[in-house]
């Protein structure tokens, strides 16, 4: 069984981003809350109902990465996705025909993370590499690929504004201590009607934009509205990479 990918209009995530969104925001820093900010949802309460939204039935997903750095060659690796939320997500990483190159194996089990990995030819079990490790020479971590992020703990909620025509809540959070991660803080755009990601900036120690990932298009799996399109721009190492998300099916149903 195949699913229709479902893309917003002009005004929507997949607008191309506007001129205001193409320069680097404020430094992450504590900002007070005003009397509007008071009356924002709670950080946990935002984070629940975004990572709701996450399909709430096994599927598999295909597609592509495609990179494109500021100079030298374009490439292009395959995707595998199987995501069993809340509990397990697997992705595999392949050559441009797919012949597998890499696979990760996120594991939550009450707020407790764990990694299975498998790399070489034929692919066996190795250590698991650290989340702000780039994949196979793309401008893509293991940190972007698992948008990690969303479920470190805290932050605080700075406000609300448009993002791309959207209407949004804005989240800052900081890296866990102790953890690696491509970024010390995370400032994040929610949808507020429907509570999708449509933004993330990565941000070092020294405040300074380091990631810039843009949600460009969304699928409908049935009643479950996910990622299609996302676009990750290592501004360090000037590389961009699209994780375009070709094919979906349901657990149990065939490969198209």
């Known amino acids: 069984m195949k699913f229709r990918f479902m893309v917003c209009g002009l005004g929507s995530v997949v607008a191309v981003l506007s ?8 430094p992450v820093e504590a900002v007070a809350p005003t009397a509007a900010v008071a009356e924002l949802p709670s950080v946990d309460t935002l984070m629940a109902s975004l990572l709701a939204r996450l399909p709430s039935k096994p599927i598999r997903l295909s597609g592509d990465l495609l990179t494109t750095p500021e100079e030298g060659e374009k490439s292009r690796l395959t995707i595998s996705i199987q ?24 594991l939550r089990d009450n707020g ?20 702000d490790q780039i994949i196979q020479n793309t401008g893509l971590s293991w940190m972007d690929l698992t948008l990690g992020f969303l479920w470190w703990n805290g932050g605080q909620i700075i406000g609300q504004e448009e993002n ?51 949600v460009k298009s969304f699928k409908q799996i049935n009643h479950d509205w996910m990622i299609k399109d996302l676009e990750v721009e290592d501004l360090s190492r000037q590389i961009t990479t699209i994780l375009r998300i070709r094919d979906a099916v349901a657990a149990g149903e065939p490969t198209p």
Request: hydrophobic share 40%; glycine share 8%.
């Open 19 to 26: 001129a205001a969104a193409q320069t680097n925001p404020a």
């Open 83 to 106: 995501l069993r939320y809340p509990r397990e997500a697997t992705y595999t990483i392949g050559d441009a025909f797919g012949k597998p190159l890499e696979q990760l194996t996120v």
């Open 112 to 131: 407790r993370v764990s990694f299975l990995y498998l790399t070489g030819d034929p692919m066996r079990g190795a250590p698991a590499p650290a989340l």
């Open 164 to 214: 791309r025509g959207q209407p949004c809540y804005v989240l800052d959070r900081h890296a866990p201590i102790g953890g690696k991660a491509p970024y010390a803080s995370v400032r994040i755009w929610v949808d507020k009607r429907v509570s999708m990601l449509l933004q993330a900036h990565g941000y070092d120690k020294l405040a300074n934009l380091t990631r810039r990932m843009s």
